[in-house]
């Protein structure tokens, strides 16, 4: 992530002006109240003496002018939110303890201050009047304080590679890129079937950033009321799991609003409202925001409104279902926590014969399964006729409302794989079965 990325995600935006190598960014944090618009922390990028980069703050007050300098960044980050909280009324800053240091004694909202609120500097020998760094003052607290902030903006490292969090949330490999078909309305209560089985996919390419980083292009389905595709460039991939979640919640609340799990939320300090659908437009979950390009919509990242309280909420659910393997359904109250339609693409499954054993996902008495081998050689999945008849009935029946409404059909049959795993069993049968007697 460059240096104007990261800026850009700490609340500051660039002025355009520019003094021989020197970039100028000024302070306009997402989320900020409509009574403050003062700009007066100003940031410019310079090379520092070993080559690398250096950042010099100017504070302007109605007296002083107050300069910090710096070659971390997480100081930048850090001085911009205490200058928000300097400007802001205290209960503003109390809502969101993100905001503040945590020190034993409680929360220090503006660490650059000493203890009548004003800004601790010395005038060095150039006559300029310059901000202390905090640690020296609180140490680890505030070094501690620096990165949880940072991290707030810009996000936490990743877990795991970026296709395992495609995976967990059910992303699949198809030609070059990844697909994910979403049954979101099957846990809305009192859906109509139709609705219910109204599939909703995501399209995933993945390519090159100058700098050589992956760079993800997502799209959905027309069925988002954007009158239109809706596409989002991320640079995270977590912005696509995001963006599949604030979809599915968009499905789900498509005729009203409904009782909806509260991890698929995001809260906002403060607020007594959730925000179901973070790409929408602040206030306003039905309508998605961003511009239009032909017959798409390219969706505005959420941070430009929502600043840190997305980018938490948005690492959090990553983890949850990196470490649950599946996304939390929609609604808690529906008894299908789990799709009974899950994919079952070439490159993961392969029908590997029938065996005599207890299916995978009813359990219970011993059958006549077909064996499914998987990625992985030692986890097979056993199918009894149970659930491949509830598959075949419900693939069957999307393919069907798919042709009723007129939309694009599936490459391949629906259930093709159960279809042939059912003759298989048959065929299992044929060969146990007793020769007729002759007379």
């Known amino acids: 992530m460059t240096p104007n990325e990261i800026l850009h995600l700490c609340g500051f935006r660039r002025t355009g002006r520019r003094d021989r190598d020197t970039v100028q960014y000024v302070y306009k944090p997402p989320g900020m109240s ?3 618009r003062r700009t007066d922390l100003r940031v410019d990028v310079v090379g520092s003496a070993g080559g690398g980069t250096a950042y010099r703050a100017t504070v302007s007050t109605k007296t002083r002018n107050l ?5 971390d960044i997480r100081d930048v980050a850090a001085l911009g939110v ?3 909280n300097w400007l802001e009324a205290p209960h503003v800053v109390a809502r969101d303890p ?5 020190i034993p004694g409680g929360l220090v909202s503006m660490p650059f201050h000493s203890g009548d609120g004003s800004w601790v500097a010395s005038v060095g020998a150039d006559g300029f009047e310059r901000i202390r760094n905090p640690a020296a003052r609180w140490g680890a607290h505030y070094e501690a304080h620096r990165e949880a902030w940072y991290r707030a903006c810009v996000g936490t490292p990743l877990q795991a590679s970026p296709e395992a969090y495609l995976r967990a949330a059910g992303f699949v490999r198809e030609d070059d890129g990844f697909r994910l078909t979403s049954y979101p309305a099957q846990d809305r209560p009192g859906a109509t079937e139709a609705a219910r089985l109204r599939p909703l996919v995501f399209d995933l390419a993945t390519v090159e950033n100058a700098d050589g980083a992956p760079f993800y292009l997502v799209e959905s389905s027309d069925t988002l009321g954007a009158g239109g ?4 460039g991320c640079s995270d991939v977590r912005d696509v799991l995001a963006f599949v979640v604030a979809a599915e919640n968009w499905i789900f609340d498509e005729t009203g609003p409904q009782a909806l799990a509260c991890e698929r939320a995001l809260d906002l300090p403060g607020n007594a409202l959730d925000v ?3 790409f929408g437009h602040p206030g306003d979950d039905r309508t998605w925001r961003g511009w239009f390009d032909a017959v798409t919509l390219q969706l505005a990242h959420p941070s430009e409104t929502l600043g840190h309280s997305y980018v938490l909420w948005r690492d959090r659910w990553a983890a949850d279902v990196l470490a649950h393997g599946a996304p939390v359904p929609c609604s808690r ?5 789990n799709t009974d339609v899950p994919a079952m693409a070439a490159d993961r499954v392969r029908l590997a014969g029938t065996t005599s054993g207890v299916c995978t996902f009813e359990g219970g008495d011993e059958q006549i399964v077909a064996v499914f081998e998987t990625e992985d050689p030692d986890s097979p999945i056993l199918m009894g006729r149970g659930i491949l008849r509830t598959r075949i009935d419900a693939l069957t029946a999307v393919e069907q409302a798919l042709a009723a409404a007129e939309m694009p059909l599936p490459k391949t049959p629906a259930a093709g794989w159960e ?6 069993i048959a065929d299992h049968d044929l060969r146990l079965a007793p020769m007729p007697a002759f007379r």
């Open 229 to 232: 595709r809706l596409r989002l």
């Open 82 to 84: 205490a200058y928000r």
């Open 333 to 337: 109250s529906s008894d299908n926590l």
């Open 34 to 36: 409509p009574e403050v």
């Open 67 to 71: 300069i910090f300098d710096t070659v």
């Open 276 to 278: 179901r659908n973070p």
């Open 98 to 102: 993100a905001r503040s240091m945590p």
């Open 419 to 424: 279809l042939e795993a059912m003759e298989a």
